[in-house]
């Protein structure tokens, strides 16, 4: 049962909390919700935690067995079925990747009992909902909202699949936080450009930057080209690195605890994804004060940057144009000292007090629909 004196009863569902932006928004809000007397409990697949979360876990992943049987499957989702009756929920918010139509209509119509909202954080709707539509709109059909953490992904949603009940919300970033990280001293090179994102898949197009930053400027001034994330096609990309001559000055970190050091002394962090959802690598190295450099791609970066002042926005693919880019923010200093001086500024509209605010209006609204009806 809700604590009498909670405001609402929250449960999180996620793939994990550890890794990405869709994790690291989950448990933003999760500490935001707690400090606003909400009661929060988290429901995660996988068994990884790394962010810092407010709230209690059912982590469904430490229930999985090597190899999964279709008795584990049915274990798990006894498991969360129980925990759901056991406790009266306000909200169901499902961050998750939905890639198994089937399963998320029995989840959907079958296990979860209380109103139900689902965010989407990729561009690649196909993630989040079926091919067809009418299934997709019927799995569904029960939820209150569906939440967008992009304009551009709204407006898919809505003309792709016909939904009505979509809004946008951004993914937050906790100013003050990162404020305090960026502070913490790391060894790194004096002078060098910052790429952030996991290498597991090849939407993050690290080729593509190998390949800018090899015909820019910064190999022959000694700016270093740094890669924090980790993933199986790292090693495809270190060969590449190789290929290009270019070991000495590409250095690849792998997994950083603690990535704010690095964005603040950077000269500016780039990002050249094929697609993304809402880029929270953007907005947290403008919240340490360090320009940004994106493609624009579909979606996100058009929201976060404002073209030559806070960052370069480059047409989306090209690669002429993203070295171009590239080679101007060091060349044109009183164009980079503008961006830099915007930075963090440019951001503050994304942080986690107002963004989770938007959270709150939203269920106030839902509550006194669902009273009316």
């Not at 198994?100 to 139900?116: D, L, P, S």
């Not at 996991?198 to 930057?209: E, P, W």
């Not at 000269?267 to 947290?284: A, Q, Y």
């Not at 004060?289 to 030559?308: A, Q, R």
């Amino acid at each position: 049962m809700k604590s009498p004196t909670s405001k609402y009863k929250i449960c999180i569902v996620s793939d994990h909390l550890s890794g990405g932006g869709a994790e690291r928004c989950s448990a933003l809000l999760s500490l935001f919700f707690e400090q606003k007397n909400c009661e929060v409990h988290h429901v995660i697949v996988q068994d990884k935690i790394e962010y810092a979360y407010a709230g209690n876990v059912l982590n469904l992943g430490k229930l999985k067995k090597d190899p999964i049987s279709i008795w584990d499957r049915v274990h798990r989702f006894f498991v969360l079925f129980t925990f759901l009756r056991k406790n009266t929920f306000d909200f169901i918010i499902d961050t998750r990747v939905k890639n198994r139509q089937w399963q998320e209509f029995f989840i959907f119509k079958f296990i979860y009992n209380a109103t139900t909202l689902i965010i989407v954080h990729s561009y690649m709707t196909e993630l989040y909902f079926p091919n067809s539509k009418i299934l997709a709109r019927t799995i569904f059909s029960k939820c209150a909202s569906i939440i967008s953490v992009s304009n551009e992904i709204k407006n898919k949603i809505q003309a792709q699949y016909g939904y009505k009940s979509v809004c946008t919300i951004y993914n937050p970033i906790d100013l003050e936080a990162i404020a305090i990280e960026s502070l913490k001293e790391i060894e790194s090179p004096s002078n060098y450009i910052l790429a952030v994102g996991n290498m597991h898949v090849a939407v993050k197009q690290i080729d593509h930057l190998l390949e800018c930053y090899k015909n820019s400027m910064f190999p022959q001034q000694n700016i270093k080209l740094l890669l924090i994330g980790e993933g199986i096609l790292r090693q495809h990309y270190e060969k590449m690195s190789s290929d290009l001559h270019l070991e000495d000055q590409v250095l690849f970190m792998g997994h950083v605890e603690n990535p704010f050091p690095y964005y603040k002394n950077a000269i500016f962090t780039i990002l050249t994804s094929k697609n993304e959802g809402f880029p929270t690598v953007l907005l947290e190295s403008l919240a340490c004060g360090t320009p940004v450099i994106s493609y624009d791609c579909f979606s996100g970066p058009n929201e976060i940057i404002k073209d030559k002042h806070n960052g370069l926005l480059v047409e989306n693919q090209n690669k002429i144009k993203l070295t171009e880019a590239m080679n101007t923010m060091i060349t044109n200093k009183e164009l980079y000292l503008h961006c830099k001086t915007n930075a963090k500024i440019s951001v503050e509209s994304f942080a986690l007090e107002h963004i989770g605010s938007k959270w709150l209006d939203l269920f106030k609204t839902i509550k006194h629909e669902h009273k009316n009806y």
